[in-house]
């Protein structure tokens, strides 16, 4: 192989590590390091203030894969892969980037993305419908042996994703084992935010410039945020920011997802834990919305406190004095139309209204158990109208 110049091949070329007798280890790091060049072999060639090192931009290795020129299709048979990297048999990474370059004295990249990848796009000219745009990244996370796994392991994550998990003397992939990861399409774990205090940069004059100052990120990183694509031009909604389906739910359109930022089907669409288990927060819609076909809208349960809070909106006057009054209440005996759930259960809070939009209130006393519920009116006072 000669540099300089193009060199024809018309077999494989494989490059063997072997050892002299009486060696074990192959002597270097790599079989092969494709670097930009460092100390001159011989510095007399060079004139002063000249260098062999090269400025301009240049990738390391660049591996182009070819299709076949079958009359298959316009483009030929799928392509081969441009670059196959496969680590060792036991637990070897098979593709290792490192972005900013290596992270060793002497060596302080800046920047730089680890592993990017571009999916490959739609041709304009003659393209085959048949054939998808390519996925910018696929991870696959291996299996565990479906006999053997008497350990009760879970496969691997297909992608782990740290936030902020490579530094200056700082792996954090360690501390994420198969346990917490395993068995999820994609394991996410945002960036904490430590905030220490530095002294801020020097204005160059040498003397201190003032007091210390904050140094972190201003929050943690989020796990995942998924922003939902818009239509353009904008008619119809707006795709979900994050699409969750328990076990074989199918994937629903998006007359169903779209205008969410978090859409979930399952046994349990959404579930939260935690201080607060679910907030939701609107400008001008409902800020929860329960609906159910047979079951109720929505369920609240509590040990020890009410099971419902209603936060009173603040009036600024006091309430005018109060009066005596005689509730009205539809009679037992008169309810003809009136149709109440007979599978109701106590505690059940219940809103109707009928064809002059007149509406009432119910509280079922005691659940059905074999017969139906037992339902009372909740009396309400005098009406008022509206006026904000």
């Known amino acids: 192989m000669q540099t300089g110049r193009t060199n024809r091949a018309e077999g494989r070329t494989i490059l063997w590590a072997q050892v002299p007798p009486g060696q074990s280890n192959f002597n270097g790091p790599a079989i092969l390091i494709v670097e930009k060049a460092k100390n001159a072999e011989d510095p007399d060639d060079y004139d002063e203030g000249e ?114 998990g490579t530094g200056r003397n700082k792996d954090l992939l360690p501390l994420h084992t198969l346990t917490e990861t395993g068995g999820v399409g994609v394991y996410a774990q945002g960036a904490e935010a430590t905030m220490t205090m530095t002294p801020p940069p020097s204005d160059g004059s040498g003397s201190i410039p003032g007091a210390n100052v904050p140094s972190g990120p201003v929050a943690p990183g989020a796990g995942v945020l998924g922003r939902g694509g818009v239509p353009i031009p904008p008619e119809g909604p707006v795709a979900a920011g994050v699409i969750g389906l328990a076990g074989g739910v199918p994937i629903q359109d998006i007359s169903e997802t779209g205008n969410t930022g978090v859409y979930g089907a399952g046994p349990t669409g959404i579930f939260g834990h935690g201080p607060v288990g679910v907030r939701g927060q609107s400008d001008s819609g409902a800020g929860v919305h329960g609906v159910a076909e047979s079951g109720r809208g929505g369920m609240f349960e509590s040990v020890r406190s009410a099971q419902v809070q209603l936060v009173p909106q603040e009036v600024r006057a006091p309430f005018p004095t109060p009066v005596t009054v005689t509730p009205k209440e539809i009679p037992a005996g008169r309810d003809e139309g009136l149709q109440l759930p007979k599978d109701g259960q106590g505690g059940d809070l219940l809103a109707l209204m009928d064809d002059q939009r007149h509406c009432t ?14 339902w009372a009116q909740v009396l309400l006072g005098t009406l008022f109208e509206g006026k904000r």
């Open 51 to 164: 260098s062999f090192v090269p400025s301009n931009q240049f990738d390391g290795i660049v591996g182009i894969g070819s299709s076949g020129s079958g009359p298959a299709n316009f483009g030929g048979t799928p392509g081969g892969t441009g670059v196959v990297g496969k680590g060792g048999r036991n637990q070897g990474s098979g593709v290792f980037g490192l972005g900013g370059g290596t992270p060793e004295p002497g060596n302080r990249g800046e920047g730089g993305i680890g592993v990017h990848g571009l999916g490959g796009g739609k041709i304009d000219l003659h393209a085959d419908p048949a054939i998808p745009p390519g996925a910018g990244m696929v991870g696959q996370g291996g299996r565990q042996d479906d006999n053997g796994n008497t350990l009760r392991l879970p496969h691997a994550a297909g992608v782990i994703g740290i936030g902020g």
């Open 361 to 374: 209130l119910w509280f079922c006393v005691r659940g059905g158990a074999g017969a139906p519920a037992q």
